[in-house]
């Protein structure tokens, strides 16, 4: 019955094994005799379930996946052996007697809260533990194609949307207007719902549109734009401001399938866009269009982001680039996958040799005070010998 | 300029100060001299802003509020004074010079993540910490007549939806049609666009549409029913099920204004009900009906439980009730706020004595294998002499 409700593929097993095998390999570097898993999306990742239960990887021998519920869809959706408990204490005795509490364990410090951890120590009378995140993010960094072809169908549905969003925005409309006919859209199409950031306070909306002003308000979040919302409570989002002719309205929506997200913006206009932003749109599409020629495995994102910003400062938009003032971020481009904030960054900070199969959504964005906001971002999948574009949608200004 | 976009009341000073002297005695109760409050939700509650930053509150004299951005927004939004830093290192000297860092600190350690806290100790210099999680929790349990004014218009968003279904819900129609257009109608209607459920792995929807065999499918939360979704990697929502005659589509939505969640559930059916839904229907309604009459300050929730219990027993309906099998919960009720997870649990595992000013959902519903889902659920306030209701949407089976 369950079978009859599944639209998406189910992760391979070779898949998981070869994730797992990463996954031991970075701990046997670092000297990690078993990994404890609790988060939903790192279990995802490594047993195809997100059902209630922990991964427990020994650095040798077979991972063991405990689920407390429900083992009806954790049996369909993992190709991993399951034993299956009533509690979690239940796990204690079973690793103890295969001797895996041993030596150095590790546990996702990253997303972990304190509480659960200290719950985790006493149940397992173990506490000897270091953080496991860096290995999983690592691991997570590299896309194979099964991923890949997922992230290809997340995308889908973001070029869905756009071309959507040409009938749907209209002068006089608000953003949440717009906002609520689209993102229905998408989840007709396909979309999973909600999208994924990992981290404390690290909050997100499917779909972020912004215009003139609200544009132009500074995030609290580490992100160029992310509107007014419409309320404090939420800080974020579309928000009842109305669409005037020649104003850009930025529509930068996340697509979400099969648990991958893509994350892509364009610039819609109303009647003729205003000349302040004509500058603006040119530098980021020529920022575009320089980096997917120029980026290939084995470019630093230094560089990139340096070409970028090299860019913005020939065009004398350096003060708008990536945010103004105190909303400036220190990036142009973040990974993407199961969360949205993968690795790689794209940032001058520190140095990151790009590598076949990451993949990663690239924004330059200018903000205006008092103006608005303008900007492109595409989603990129690095191979030897170049970016490939996630989507085909174009980048043009879409004039509504 | 933000003032125009805000259509939202800001929290009023006196709530603020209110909410952290309560904070203070629980503090005092506790034996705690400083807390460090980091969390946005925790934030938002004892500030009026969710801006970057940290507050930290000492047992006595003036609480600190530190912005690190942005302070356009947290100064509009928080009636407290503000000290703006750079960095979160720049807490440090000044709690020193004010004498803060001595005694016994707590933070949030149900949603700390252990990276987060270890960088904290490290910051302030300073080791010795509890858990504030409780204190917080009980003093947000009791919610202010401004809080039930948030409450209410959440719930207008709700009715509001329920009323737009009428016209939506159909014979053929996908949940997930279903569920995206109702979005969309409150959305624009003023939904804040997403809710928050505390803890790790605590994900939700903002409605949850079942139907037939996706209502009885069990859940890896700690939910009666959560639905399909369309892919694992979430696990839970509306599906690509479609509606059929005589059987109940439930739909379970989650208000959100100003941070304020509301939760509802109605049944529609296209047709006439099938016989077989119609004892639970009765018994759900009934549920609630004695629900509203019996229960009001000073009545402890086992006894709320028990009763329904006891009807689900005399009708014969126990296997079913909240649940079957592995996937029964043992709770027909829970505490509402800027959380779906707050205080009280309407359970049998442990005495709440309700007070005036809780706020709970209320969901009798039984899961029927191998046929579907059906039940209820209202918001009631606890006020000294009964219960209120959050919405007035009939609680009537809806026919379309």
Redesign the interface.
Known sequence: ??KS????D?TPKAEIESRIEKLKQRMAENNIDFAVI???VDM?YFT?????GVLIVPVEGEPLLFIE?????AVY?TPLGIIPIRRDKDVKSILADKSVLKGRGA?E??????????RWKGLLGFENFV?L?LMIRDVRLIKSPFEIEQIRKSGGIVSHVFEKAKDVVKEGMSE??I???L???G??F?H???L?MR???Q?M?NMYITHG??GT?????DVPISG????????Q?????RVERGVPVLIDYGGG????ITDETRPYVAGTMKDVFRKSYDTAREIIEDTGVFAREGVNGTEIFNRAMEKAKKAQLEDYFMGYG??KVGFIGHGLG?EINELPVITPRHDTILKEGMVFAFEPKFIIPGEGAIGIEVDFIVRKDGLERVTDFPIDVVYV
């Open positions: 019955m369950l409700l599944n639209v998406c189910l609790l988060q939903n995802f195809g379930t997100l059902q209630k519920k429900t083992m009806e869809r959706e546990m410090f990253d997303v972990l809260p304190v509480s659960v951890f200290e953080d995140s949440v207007e906002a609520a006919l993102e229905a859209h989840r007709i396909g999973q719902g909600f994924r981290g404390l306070n909050e909306m002003y609200s308000i500074q995030s609290h979040a007014a919302g419409v309320t404090h409570a939420v800080a989002g579309p928000s009842i401001n399938y099969n648990g991958y105190a909303g199961l």
